[in-house]
């Protein structure tokens, strides 16, 4: 025990252990991952706080994808014996990550991370990790593009993220990271986009991975002046039978001039508010209470979504909905509403039934439709 103790003490409180850790890190991180890692000075010890100066990253090729200012690691040892830390604290200061897609469409980052050599004997596996707290303070990421454009990027329905950059990162999380499970505690996280002219003020949420499930908890975004508050799930993931979904969108405000600039292609504009909720397997939804406003317009729906992904059936109801021109022309700048006069201010009530085939030859999507309009027009 008392050799033990000197041991341990010399390799956390000595600056030839510190240097010896240094080293070490650098070895294993080199011995498993195709990158290289290195770590410029370290100094402090492992029983408070660990200071790490210019820590920097490089791919496969020996190009730099990261470098990290300083680093401030303050680990809460639990597990000595079994070679691990959990619920330790990690402070990153001024990351600078500039990922690089090259011509075979793989990003940099990956490449960094491949394993090389993974360990066969998990006792003789150095330092596993399990969970920390994670800060990032003033943080940037900036891509590149050398391959090809994404098919959704191509297309023009998402905006060019190979080609931007993200400034001002500010995040903090805790992150749990098992075989089996895996959890981010997105506590805070606010960052600016100086190419498109937008800012998220503010992201938090739960993300959860693990045994045929997919979950997003209490999750809050603003940017701009898109408010979004949503949790959902997705069970049953890898099984026989389609997973089952649930998502819940809160009363949330969304501003389409400014979600245009991430999804070009979309063609609502002006700010609306939104809540929805579905529920069920992906081949038979239950819509429940959607509902939509902007202006003197409230539109509300409820009903079935089925035979997804083969096919699509739908059987909606919307009850009792005010409609105003006006703010369906503000939503919809291209729609042509000029043989719709007549409903503009009325009380309008639909049941509508449609089915399509989604599979099967390229092209228009033909859809049978069937539907029962009901109108009160104002007096």
Do not use: C
């Not at 191509?154 to 993200?166: I, K, S, V």
């Not at 949330?252 to 999804?263: G, I, K």
């Amino acid at each position: 025990m008392l050799i033990g103790g000197l041991i341990f003490f010399g390799l956390t409180r000595t600056q030839v252990g510190r240097e010896g850790l240094r080293l070490e890190v650098q070895r294993q991180f080199a011995k498993r991952y195709a990158g290289r890692l290195e770590i410029g000075v370290l100094k402090g010890n492992l029983l408070n706080d660990l200071f790490a100066g210019d820590l920097r990253l490089y791919d496969p090729e020996g190009r730099l994808v990261a470098r990290i200012d300083s680093a401030v690691l303050r680990p809460s040892w639990r597990n000595v014996l079994e070679r691990r830390f959990s619920t330790g604290t990690l402070t990153l200061f001024r990351p600078d990550i500039e990922l690089v897609r090259d011509e075979n469409d793989t990003w940099n980052l990956v490449r960094a991370f491949k394993k090389v050599a993974p360990y066969d004997d998990p006792a003789r596996a150095p330092w596993a990790f399990s969970a920390a707290r994670l800060r990032l303070i003033d943080g940037a990421v900036r891509t590149r593009n050398d391959g090809s454009l994404p098919n959704l990027v191509a297309a023009g329905h998402l905006f060019d993220y190979t080609r931007a950059a993200l400034t001002g990162l500010d995040a903090e999380a805790t992150v749990e990271w098992r075989p089996n499970r895996k959890v981010i505690d997105l506590r805070a996280f606010s960052a600016a986009l100086p190419d498109l002219d937008l800012a998220i003020q503010t992201l938090h949420g739960q993300f959860l991975m693990g045994d045929g499930v997919l979950a997003l908890n209490q999750f809050e975004m603003v940017l701009g002046e898109t408010a979004l508050r949503l949790s959902g799930s997705l069970e049953g993931i890898g099984e026989d039978a389609p997973p089952t979904l649930a998502l819940d969108l809160a009363e949330s405000r969304l501003d389409h001039d400014a979600l245009r600039r991430l999804f070009p292609r979309l063609p609502l504009a002006d700010q609306v508010t939104l809540a929805a909720r579905l529920q069920g397997r992906l081949n038979d939804l239950v819509v429940e209470n959607v509902r939509l406003a902007r202006g003197k317009t409230r539109l509300q729906a409820e009903g079935l979504v089925s035979g997804l992904p083969d096919s699509l059936r739908i059987d909606l109801r919307s009850a009792d909905n005010a409609l105003h021109l006006a703010d369906i022309k503000a939503m919809w700048p291209a729609l042509d509403l000029s043989r719709l006069t007549a409903l503009d201010g009325a009380r309008v009530s639909l049941n509508a039934i449609g089915a399509a085939a989604l599979r099967g030859e390229a092209g228009t999507v033909p859809m049978r439709l069937e539907a029962d309009l009901d109108v009160i027009s104002k007096a």
